[in-house]
């Protein structure tokens, strides 16, 4: 059971935007921001966002996160069958005062 | 470029202790945490914990009984280690820098690539 809920699985065709989201509580999301990773099938996470809305460099511009209260969302635009990953959030924890992530959320581009 | 390189044992027998080490190449060692996260076949990420170049950790309160996080900042490198470990325990283990904004101090902006961990008897 994560401290981070997300669903299990979005989908969308090709083009379209798809919204994720992230729930989570006063303790973590609440007071806390909020990173994104993307994981493709077999590799290591890559950080897509950070501080909510911020994208690293060479992250284009279709992934975009924002936060309200205890929940975050990252929305992906103009979709790409590259963009089929695994997609998890991430924060900090005040009560366990530890990192935590969302269980995932599996895209599939149909 | 910054890149993290990790190795240890792939395969224990319940009871045993989990050992693991990454290496920190093209960039300084201090001013960052360091951190491992594994993940179970199938499943998401686990944050196990997290340390910096002078020795200062944060566990999950879920491992901590079970975790030791070290730092050899002469060979930037970092090193975990599980004890007691169970089938439970069998997962892909990644190292992670930590990476702070001026805002926040829990993105992992480098990883390594993972090593697989079974624990089997």
């Known amino acids: 059971q994560s401290v981070l809920t997300q669903p299990p699985s979005v989908s969308a065709a090709p083009g379209q935007k798809v919204t994720i989201s992230c729930s989570g509580s006063?303790?973590?999301?609440?007071?806390?921001?909020v990173s994104w990773y993307q994981q493709l099938p077999g590799t290591a996470p890559k950080l897509l966002i950070y501080?909510?809305?911020k994208r690293p460099s060479g992250i284009p511009g279709r992934f975009s996160g924002s936060k309200s209260g205890t929940s975050a969302t990252l929305d992906i635009t103009g979709l790409q069958t590259g963009d089929e990953a695994d997609y998890y959030c991430?924060?900090?924890?005040?009560?366990?005062?530890?990192?935590?992530f969302g269980g995932g959320t599996k895209l599939t581009v149909l | 470029q910054v890149q993290l390189q990790q190795w240890g044992a792939g395969l224990l027998k319940p009871s045993e202790t989990l050992s693991l080490t990454c290496a920190v190449y093209?960039?300084?060692?201090?001013?960052?945490?360091w951190s491992w996260i594994r993940q179970p076949p199938g499943k998401g990420l686990e944050w196990i914990g997290e340390?910096?170049?002078?020795?200062?950790?944060n566990f999950n309160p879920s491992l901590k009984s079970r975790v030791t996080i070290s730092v050899d900042a002469s060979k930037n490198q970092f090193s975990l280690k599980l004890s007691s470990v169970t089938a439970a325990d069998t997962a892909v283990y990644y190292c992670?820098?930590?990476?702070?904004?001026?805002?926040?101090?829990?993105?992992?902006?480098?990883w390594g690539k993972g090593t697989t961990v079974t624990v089997s008897s």
């Open positions: 340390i910096n170049h002078s020795g200062s950790t």
């Open positions: 991430g924060t900090w924890d005040n009560s366990l005062s530890a990192g935590v």
């Open positions: 006063s303790s973590n999301i609440g007071n806390n921001y």
């Open positions: 093209g960039e300084s060692f201090s001013g960052f945490y």
């Open positions: 992670a820098r930590v990476f702070c904004s001026t805002l926040s101090c829990s993105n992992m902006d480098v």
């Open positions: 501080d909510n809305n």
